[in-house]
């Protein structure tokens, strides 16, 4: 078995390589056969990614999100998956260009950590785990398309306030689709968080007598969480759109892989074994 | 076949002022013009296309036949002097004909290059002559390359990809601000002509609403009136702007009538929603300041201009590769019509041989009836596989592509080594 999810693994990031070749030639060339080729290209890599956790996921016997590799690779099919599950209603010009560049990125990081299997320390071992990690990063999965469609705002916005209008304006899709696109991944991604965030204090009070312990991890989640509550309130009460949505966008999801990452690495604490 | 002649016989926008193009007797309708060019003698094949900006007819001729008189004569009539006819009428021949039609069907012998709507004149044209059975083999194949052409320009290149006009550029900047503009309101201060322009392809995009600010109400309400707009006031100018998604303003008003501190109030009212202004007054209307503003904007008509002329550098840089490819396909289609000179000649080898199979396994059966109907068989069918395999050299030498040049010292060759009689 150890075999084959080594070989499904490398597969995977084969044909997540060829989808964002594929994107990228669309991106160059705008022809409508190679996109239908890049979107198929993206869907059976969003499926093999599927089918490399469930097998994971035999292998191990707990939910695959608890080592560095395993947390990655779900990371990158939170981002596929919401990226094909948002492309099913919506078209935005050119935006799996970006998405499979990102997803690429993930993978390969996830290349690089180690792919050993280690048993699950006993403070792990709770139905909790699938449900507050995986929610978690499922939401990460959303902000991180919000962060995108932000970092395509602003290419845009500057296209069209400098009326220049090169080459990256008519393949850039409209202002008006992309803070769409921000706002309804913001709010996917922000009720995906806070689940994420009251599913994991329960697991704390189950595990560990109480419901926050100021962690750093519950701590910088606490801080990403309201950075994406002010985000939301400002767009719904006093309108925030476009340029401010999209740095918004930016920086929070900054926070996001700190928090991923960061706190990890830089500050340690209780949740270090996700490494 | 070899010696007819490909002709194609025009006037255009640019050979010819508008004032003589309207008075061409083929100007209106098809049916007259085309039973008219079908009657000339020694016209085989013919088809014409009329359009506002040029009348082109393309026939194919006999060999030797004096149709150009007859030809020019039918295109202008009365109108110009036979004498002057030259000055305006261009024909090509052969190959320079098929090259013209390809270059008009890719429209990169339009007035606006890349624009797509002569290819469905063209089309058009070819249904009108089809239907008067006034198209032929060489017709036909013709003028479905010329359409085949344009698809291919039109998928390998970005030729028709972006705005030469000020009004569609402001179109393609509103469609990358909104994406849809279907529930877009317009607003346009000012009732000049060129607002009105502006205003008409908005329109044509389906925009919801056009309101007419003007500082005479009753020219306001013309203006709505053609668009199912409303009129106001140019003192409701500021409350106006609280709905409106596109504004473009053209004033005569010597001074700018709106400030970035006017405006920024308007956006909180607004709740951000994006605005785009399009200045076309000279001089301006508006602050170019307006543009620092978060989700506002501003377009003058100096940035429109720029923009257009961008995008024509852009489709010249097109219009070359868009070129070859007429270049490259005019080409091939003179090599089909070569090949139609060798042609008849296989034709008539392979009727020759399979004459003398005939008259011989008719000579040889007579003599052979106790064979049985599966012998009998076989023998014809050994004769016909000795003249086939015979007849491949000589064919594949008539086919050869590497001396297409000479092909009609080879067509000779063949009909004096294999004594075909000259029939076709």
């Known amino acids: 078995m150890g075999d084959t999810s080594y070989f499904l693994f490398h597969t995977v990031l084969v044909v997540s390589f060829l989808a964002l070749v594929f994107y990228g030639i669309y991106f160059v060339t705008q022809k409508k056969k190679i996109r239908t080729l890049a979107r198929w290209t993206l869907l059976a890599s969003g499926i093999l990614q599927t089918f490399y956790i469930l097998l994971r996921y035999l292998q191990t016997g707990y939910t695959p999100i608890t080592s560095q590799h395993e947390t990655i690779v779900f990371f990158a099919w939170s981002v596929t998956w919401a990226y094909l599950s948002f492309r099913w209603r919506y078209t935005v010009k050119n935006f799996g260009t970006l998405i499979s560049i990102l997803i690429v990125i993930l993978l390969l990081i996830a290349a690089t950590a180690s792919r050993t299997i280690t048993p699950l320390p006993p403070a792990l071992q709770s139905w909790w785990l699938p449900v507050h990690a995986g929610i978690s990063v499922l939401s990460y999965g959303f902000l991180a398309l919000a962060f995108c469609s932000g970092v395509m705002y602003l290419l845009q916005e500057y296209e069209l306030k400098s009326k220049r209008l090169g080459y990256l304006f008519t393949r850039l899709p409209s202002l008006d689709s992309l803070d769409q696109l921000n706002s309804h991944c913001l709010a996917t991604g922000f009720i995906l968080f806070t689940l994420g965030i009251i599913t994991g204090s329960f697991w704390a009070n189950q595990a560990w007598g109480a419901y926050w312990h100021w962690d750093p991890k519950e701590t910088w989640s606490l801080i990403t969480w309201f950075l994406y509550a002010a985000q939301l309130h400002q767009r719904f009460s006093a309108g925030w759109r476009g340029k401010r949505a999209a740095i918004m966008a930016i920086i929070g999801f900054a926070a996001v892989l700190f928090t991923l990452w960061g706190v990890t690495y830089l500050l340690g604490g209780a949740h270090s074994y996700v490494r | 076949m070899s010696d007819d002649m490909i002709l194609l016989f025009g006037v255009n926008h640019k050979t010819t002022p508008l004032a003589v193009r309207e008075k061409l007797a083929v100007g209106n309708g098809y049916e007259g013009p085309l039973q008219a060019l079908h009657s000339i003698t020694g016209c085989k094949e013919c088809y014409l296309l009329s359009t506002c900006n040029r009348v082109e007819i393309v026939v194919v001729a006999q060999a030797g036949s004096q149709v150009e008189e007859a030809i020019a004569t039918l295109l202008f009539g009365d109108s110009v002097a036979p004498e002057q006819r030259q000055d305006y009428l261009y024909i090509y021949r052969n190959h320079e004909a098929v090259h013209h039609l390809f270059m008009v069907s890719t429209s990169l012998d339009s007035m606006i290059v890349g624009e797509a709507q002569i290819l469905g004149q063209l089309k058009e044209a070819y249904r009108h002559a089809s239907e008067h059975k ?291």
């Open chain 2, 134 to 424: 006034c198209t032929g083999p060489i017709l036909n194949k013709l003028l479905h390359k010329s359409f085949s052409v344009a698809k291919r320009v039109r998928s390998e290149t970005r030729i028709g990809a972006s705005a030469v006009s000020i009004s569609y550029a402001a179109v393609e900047l509103a469609k990358k601000i909104f994406g849809n503009l279907e529930d877009k309101n317009v607003l346009l201060v000012g009732a000049g002509e060129m607002a009105e322009l502006a205003a008409e392809h908005l329109v044509s995009q389906g925009v919801r609403k056009v309101v007419v600010a003007n500082r005479t109400l009753a020219r306001a309400m013309d203006l709505a009136k053609r668009f199912n707009g409303s009129a106001v006031s140019l003192d409701e100018l500021f409350s106006q702007l609280e709905q409106a998604d596109i504004v473009i303003s053209s004033t005569g008003a010597p001074n700018i009538i709106l400030h970035k501190k006017d405006v920024k109030p308007i956006m909180q009212a607004r709740r951000n929603q994006p605005i785009f202004f399009i200045d076309i007054a000279v001089p301006r209307d508006l602050d170019p300041e307006l543009n620092d503003l978060d989700n506002v904007y501003l377009y003058d008509i100096d940035n429109l201009q720029n923009v257009v002329e961008t995008n024509k550098s852009e489709r010249d840089k097109e219009a070359v590769k868009a070129r070859r490819i007429v270049d490259e396909e005019a080409l091939k289609f003179e090599h089909w019509i070569d090949s139609l000179a060798v042609v008849p000649t296989i034709a008539a080898l392979r009727k020759k041989a399979d004459e003398i199979c005939r008259i011989e396994l008719e000579r040889t059966m007579c003599r052979l009836q106790h064979l049985s109907p599966e012998e009998q068989k076989a023998i014809e069918k050994m004769a016909m596989a000795i003249s086939s395999r015979l007849l491949h050299g000589p064919v594949s030498f008539l086919k050869n592509e590497s001396c297409k040049e000479q092909d009609e010292v080879k067509v000779e060759i063949i009909r004096s080594a294999f004594d075909l009689v000259d029939n076709n």
